[in-house]
């Protein structure tokens, strides 16, 4: 695949599929009134991302995510529309000085993103490198729990923290 | 992904694949229609009835017919329901239940994707199904409906956990999430070898959280027909019905497939002197029999309430795979190393 030649093997197709369901989905997410619709348009723009990792040869990255952002947050998000019980919120009147803020805003997130990206050296992560190979689950495995397990039982910790608060503020209000 | 650019897709390929899709597609319809057959079947002989025997040689047609009845038959929409997302979850309920099936593996030789997460794979695609069934229910915009798609993910997501957690001890046995993998794992000749004795802690809980996942007897909260009706399809008739119905009864294949290449050792015989016998009769007969267990609850065991449901899941069943986990690193920390 060298220089301007079109070479449309699988690899394209299931690049071009995966990003027309990507950009589908956000653009729908943003148009559609209806939560619910809201939510789906977001899952299959997950379901996407998750294709792009299976083309980037990341099948342990793109699986976790179907899990759990196509499958479990999704449906986290559902459950929440569904228990909060609201109507379909009417179109409010679009006021033009806060549209091009919130568009400067986004803009400049992008960028910002963008430039964090580009600027990224991923070779050197201060606990040594992850080297793509055939089975790239052992490699994660390998290395969360050797050079970054530190890091991995500070987020664990976290969780368990976000996940106890959680219940005690449900069982305040319960009350 | 070597294999999907290292050549253009040819024609020839996409048919390849395509036909493959077809063939693999019409056993499983083979197997729904006369599962369901064999179902009514072993329960009406359990229960000293005869079971479906009008329609053809010893009621070999009744589903047959049954689902030409189902084909044929009006197509509602209700007129307050959400369009879109009440035709959508059916086929969204389906696809993943098919796309599962690609991982698992028949014989040595037979099977129709070697992913080296195939496990992964398995559980990731899975649990979208979960989101067709809410949609489902939700979109119905019935009171019933809404009921029984919460109540269906609510049980399906807690025994998400505990089944994905119980199999991570044969992950850990095996070293790999490639269920060819797994299988070659427990190639030692004779059953012992198999995970489900080293694992039965594991095996325990993935059976029942397996029937659970399934939202078969004695869990089948979401059909309860005696208070919610019939669950999140309550709306769904003729061919959307069915879809939902086909989705239930592939996803019986699709965990009687798995069970059988992590716990019974794929298709190993028992023994090393009826190696003569081909894996891929092995692998029937314990998928047959896995199948068989199903129904056979489904003739013995009442139906569960719904507190006890979810106190077995998240009381019982997650400390027990969790614990699983537990003893097998110990085990493989302190002799195997």
Known sequence: M???????????????????????????????????????????????VGGMYILLDAEFLAFVQVLIYAGAISILMIFGIMMTNHRDAAAEAVKPLKETLAAVGALALFGLLFYAIRDADFADMGGGTLVPEEDNTAAIGMMLFHNQVLPFEIVSVLLTVAFIGAIVLAKKEAE | MDWLSASPVTWYDALFVFLWGVVLMLVVLGFVTYAIYFERKVIGWMQFRRGPNRVGPFGLLQTVADILKLLIKEDTIPRKADRLLFV????????PSFAVLAVIPYTQKLYFADLNVGLLYYVALS???????????????????????????????????PLV????????????????????????????????????????????????ELNRTPFDLPEAESELVAGYHVEYSGFRFAFFMLTEYV?????????????LGGWHAPAPFLDFIPGIIWFALKFAFIVFFLFWLRATLPRIRIDQLMGLGWKLLLPLSLANIFLTALFYELFQR
Do not use: C
Request: cysteine-free; overall charge neutral; glycine content about 12%.
């Open chain 1, 2 to 48: 060298s220089g301007l030649t079109f070479n449309f093997d699988g690899g394209y197709a299931a690049f071009f599929a995966f990003a027309v369901l990507i950009i589908a989905g956000a653009v729908l997410m943003i148009s559609t009134s209806k939560v619910v619709h809201m939510v789906m348009s977001m899952a299959a723009v997950f379901l996407g």
């Open chain 2, 127 to 161: 649990g979208i199904s979960t989101l067709a069934i809410v949609l489902g229910g939700w979109a119905s915009n019935n009171k019933y409906a809404l009921l029984g798609g919460m109540r269906s993910a609510a049980q399906m997501i807690s025994y998400e956990v």
């Open chain 2, 251 to 263: 996803y019986v294949y699709a965990i009687a497939g798995l069970a059988t290449t992590l716990f």
């Open chain 2, 88 to 95: 959508l979850a059916p086929v969204l309920a389906f696809i």
């Open chain 2, 165 to 212: 957690i119980s199999v991570t001890g044969v992950v850990l046995m095996s070293g790999t999430l490639n269920l060819r993998g797994i299988v070659d794992a427990q190639s030692g000749g004779w059953f012992w070898d198999w995970n489900f004795l080293p694992q039965i802690i594991g095996f325990a809980v993935f059976v029942i959280a397996a029937i659970s």
